[in-house]
């Protein structure tokens, strides 16, 4: 799912593997990997380089959709509670949302397998 998304967005903008490769600072067997689904599980930042040369949001590239996102509200309260509870404020939380959805995703892929 990772890789397809990747090679579809990619081809979509018109952008060759080895320009996507060179612009991320990736080599060109590792993305090549990725879109093969040979590699199936590249690191957080390797996937935040990848979504910025093809200008997409990272949730884009992990193939997840506006409603994931969407928590019944208990949950939510329960989540804020968390957060405050750590210390983190909502002025922060865009520092932490790549990791976030990082996180989701790697659950997601762990429970399909």
């Known amino acids: 799912m990772l890789g397809k998304?990747?090679?579809?967005?990619?081809k979509k903008k018109g952008i060759s593997l080895t320009e996507c490769a060179q612009r991320a600072n990736i080599?060109?067997?590792?993305?090549?990997?990725?879109?093969?689904?040979?590699?199936?599980?590249?690191?957080?930042?390797?996937?935040?380089?990848?979504a910025t040369v093809l200008d997409v949001d990272l949730r884009t590239i992990l193939g997840l959709d506006d409603k994931d996102a969407k928590l019944p509200e208990h949950e939510w309260i329960d989540f804020v509670n968390e957060l405050k509870r750590t210390g983190i404020d909502k002025g922060q939380l865009h520092e932490y949302r790549a990791v976030i959805e990082f996180a989701k995703w790697q659950k997601e892929k762990d429970d399909l397998g």
């Open 5 to 10: 998304n990747i090679k579809r967005i990619r």
């Open 27 to 50: 080599s060109k067997s590792y993305l090549s990997s990725m879109e093969r689904n040979v590699n199936h599980n590249p690191s957080i930042q390797i996937l935040e380089k990848i």
